[in-house]
Nanobody
Framework: QVHLLESGGGSVHSGGSLKLSCTAS?????????KAWFRQVPGKEREGVAA????????YYADSVKGRFTISPEHGKTTWYLEMNNLSPQDTATYSC??????????????????????WGQGTQVTVSS
C-alpha cells in the first residue's frame, strides 16, 4: 500500500507561484510509475493537470496549465513536485497527487484521468486571489 502526502499549498496573488510536493511512503519499491497531479473545486469534477509516466518518460499537461505548470518527478525517488507559475484565480482548488505503479503506455487522456491511479493523497489547498 502506498501513502501519499502533499505539501506546499497556500494563498498567493494573481501572477504568483507555488511549488507543491508529493511524498510517497509505504510500498514504494516500484521502478516505474505514473505520477500525477489533480485538482478539484467543490461541485466540479476532478481535473488532471499534470502527469509523468516514467515507463515512457513522457509528461502530459492539461491545456489550461500548459506553459505555466511543470511536473518534476525524480526517477526512482519517492517525491515529486508541481511547480505552478503565473497563477490565476481560476487555479484555486484542492490539489491532490496520485500514483500508478508499473504503468502501461497511456494516452494523454488516460494519464490525466483519475481512473488509472491506485493511490491518492488527501490534498492541499491552493487559493489565488485577484
Amino acid at each position: 500500500q502506498v501513502h501519499l502526502l502533499e505539501s506546499g499549498g497556500g494563498s498567493v496573488h494573481s501572477g504568483g507561484s507555488l511549488k507543491l510536493s508529493c511524498t510517497a511512503s509505504g510500498d514504494t519499491a516500484f521502478r516505474d510509475a505514473a505520477k500525477a497531479w489533480f485538482r478539484q473545486v467543490p461541485g466540479k469534477e476532478r481535473e488532471g493537470v499534470a502527469a509523468f509516466n516514467s515507463a515512457v518518460m513522457k509528461a502530459y499537461y492539461a491545456d489550461s496549465v500548459k506553459g505555466r505548470f511543470t511536473i518534476s518527478p525524480e526517477h526512482g525517488k519517492t517525491t515529486w513536485y508541481l511547480e505552478m507559475n503565473n497563477l490565476s484565480p481560476q487555479d484555486t482548488a484542492t490539489y491532490s497527487c496520485a500514483v500508478l505503479a508499473r504503468p502501461p503506455p497511456m494516452t494523454p487522456s488516460q494519464a490525466l484521468g483519475p481512473r488509472v491511479y491506485h493511490s491518492w493523497g488527501q490534498g492541499t489547498q491552493v487559493t489565488v486571489s485577484s
